[in-house]
């Protein structure tokens, strides 16, 4: 009973910092914003990685986990979950937020592109179906 309690919060958990991050952002605008990223990342039925992850399931999702992606030791030992607000900080300045990544992108700096994408990534579970 004990687990079954557990795994509900943490599924409940799961579900509303998803739809925190869907408050803050369009989805619709974050898919536009997503071009910028596209050449680096895949999401969606069938996403693999490219020159950086796969972004299925990200928001709740430990940072360097996406199987078969060579994350750098700085990004694997960085203890981060991606939440809505530490992705915004990410995507604002990956380097600042994560000393030693191999992401070269500059950044986000409009604060409405990057609600906007963590958004559009919310929408994504981890199997790339959109929710």
């Given at each position: 009973?004990?687990?079954i309690v557990s795994a509900?919060?943490?599924s409940a958990a799961l579900v509303a910092g998803a739809a925190g991050a869907r408050a803050d952002g369009d989805p619709e605008a974050g898919k536009q914003v997503f071009k910028k990223c596209h050449a680096c990342h895949n999401v969606g039925e069938g996403a693999k990685n490219a020159v950086g992850p796969e972004l299925n399931g990200i928001?709740?999702?430990k940072a360097g986990i996406a199987e078969g992606?060579?994350?750098?030791?700085?990004?694997k030992g960085?203890?981060?979950t991606w939440d809505a607000a530490t992705l915004k900080e990410y995507l604002k300045d990956?380097?600042?937020k994560v000393p030693g990544t191999k992401m070269?992108?500059?950044g986000l700096p409009n604060e409405k592109d990057a609600d906007n994408v963590i958004a559009y990534l919310a929408t994504f579970g981890p199997d790339g179906k959109t929710k």
């Open positions: 009973m004990k687990y509900a919060v943490f928001v709740g999702r992606y060579n994350y750098s030791d700085a990004n960085s203890g981060i990956p380097k600042a070269i992108f500059p």
